[in-house]
């Protein structure tokens, strides 16, 4: 099982809000849309801060070998 930072994410001013929206969205969301949507909030950190996508995706959660683009 993989430790996710997601959560705590959500709460960090030094995320960028469109990231932590769309965490929350993925928290509120149905199981089967989750994986997605966190995707989806590991494509705007890697986009918006010096993360690598690899970094970011093991932030929220997902396997680190998906691509973030």
Do not use: Q, W
Request: proline letters at 7%.
């Amino acid at each position: 099982m993989a430790l996710s930072m997601a959560r705590l994410l959500i709460h960090d001013e030094a995320v960028p809000a469109p990231a932590r929206d769309a965490l929350r969205a993925a928290y509120s969301a149905a199981p089967a849309e989750r994986d997605e949507m966190l995707a989806s909030a590991a494509r705007i950190l890697y986009g918006e801060t010096d993360l690598e996508c690899r970094d970011a995706r093991e932030l929220v959660g997902l396997p680190v070998d998906d691509p973030c683009a």
